[in-house]
């Protein structure tokens, strides 16, 4: 037996909206055997734009029942039923949900007449009920209404039932066929083509842009395990309305992927990414040359187009970094900006500054370009050697002087045997201190597939 199923609501995500109306159809496979509908008092105000929609007021549900006066009866009308519905992960868990809070759980197969109304009638224009409908003549007097729009679908699913040649039906209620669980207009045969290896994936919308991006393990386990669940949150549920197409990038390893991740959120800033569009570099030290000559230290907010000497995640550790670098070569605290009186500096009160004017130029600025070597030398430049995407190859990650340079495949009998050959096999990236910590913890875990370049120290810095 099959449940076919409508509602009207007052928005479009069960955890924060009401059920105003439900229509069921009970289907034999041949015909509806029984029909119930009710309003439903979802004890909010309706919207008045979905007001306008339906057709249905705060006045018509005021007296109506509350759902969980109705919630024995729907349950019993479900439970052990095939939940059929358009769009069915939208009614599904609206209907789950607030028969949850009434202390009923609903489990069930579940069948979505877009989705086999693609399959089972392929090559029409729009597979939306309203244009389905107009398109195979089924009547509906009351579009927008439960009963209108349960007992329309009910009429869809018997001409699918009959149309069905295929057994497309049969083959979505089998257990390992999971695809009433994927989202209305992603076609299946997109799942089944993604690759079970390291790499990034892709969500698109309707007209090919990409609202979503995401790394894996395992691609397709992990696409698939978006589409796991019945989660009623609003995000939820829009993000997989507006799901089409899914495509990916194969990588030779985790960590490759989790770079890419992070490259590709910043290029493309997906409608659905969230945690990685907030990184990026808080602080950085600055060097800079002042009216007299002398180079000058400061630690700043970053600025995506200036050079920094080393970026930072808090103002803190700049600061930290900077007084090491005055304590250790005894720069001047006031040409560092970490004295702002007017007083001279602690080298200045003894034995004269650079502040005082007793330390020349060039004298000064030597200890400066020493200070610099040391932070250079304590940044390391080193590459991640690891597996690639074919038996042929591997893939490389560079860190150059503590900072993110770039990533690529090597094929494995070419040469690199310096910095300078490496990386003219990689594609240069922007990077942040994410994807810089990531890449050095994975060194530390895995020192093996760490290599080391040492490059002959400069002893000059450029001034910005």
Sequence with gaps: MYAIVDIETTGGHASANGI????????????????????????????????????????????APSFGQVAHEIYQLLNGQIFVAH???????????????????????????????????????????????????????S????????SATATLF??????????????????TSKEQVLPPHLPKATIVNLPSTPGVYYFHDDKGKVIYVGKAKNIKKRVCSHFTGNNPGLQRQEFLRNIYQVTHQVCGTELVAFVLEAIEIKRL????????????HAYGLYIFEDQRGYL???VDKYRKHNQTIYTCNSLLEGYNLLNHLIETFGLCPKLCFIQTNNQPCVNGKESGCACTGHVSVDDYNKKVNYA??????????????????????????????????????????????NLHQLKTYLTPYPGNDYIKTMVSNYAAKFP?????????SEKTYEVS
């Design 372 to 417: 610099l070597d040391e932070l250079k030398d304590a940044l390391p430049t080193f590459a991640i050697s690891d597996a690639g995407r074919t038996h042929d190859e591997h893939s490389c990650i560079l860190i150059e002087k503590g900072k993110f340079y770039g990533m690529g495949y090597i094929a494995d009998d070419a040469e690199a045997n």
């Design 448 to 456: 093996e597939r760490k290599v080391v370049f040492v490059e002959e």
């Design 143 to 150: 579009r927008h209404r439960a009963a209108g729009d349960a």
């Design 269 to 280: 800033w997906p409608k659905y990414n969230r945690s990685l569009k907030r990184f990026e």
């Design 20 to 63: 105003t109306e439900i229509a069921i159809c009970i289907h034999d496979g041949n015909a509806v055997v029984k029909r119930y509908q009710t309003l439903v008092n979802p004890h909010k105000e309706i919207p008045i734009y979905i007001q306008a929609l339906t057709g249905i007021s705060n006045d018509m549900v005021q007296n």
């Design 87 to 141: 769009n069915v992960n939208f009614d599904y868990s609206f209907v789950r949900y607030h028969l949850g809070i009434a202390g009923y759980e609903l489990q069930s197969n579940k069948l979505c007449t877009v989705r086999l109304g693609r399959k089972i009638l392929p090559g029409l224009p729009s597979y939306s009920l309203g244009k389905l409908c107009r398109h195979l003549g089924i009547e509906n007097d």
């Design 296 to 298: 000058r230290l400061a």
């Design 158 to 175: 018997t001409l699918l039932l009959q149309s069905d040649k295929d057994n497309h039906i049969k083959a979505a209620l089998k257990v």
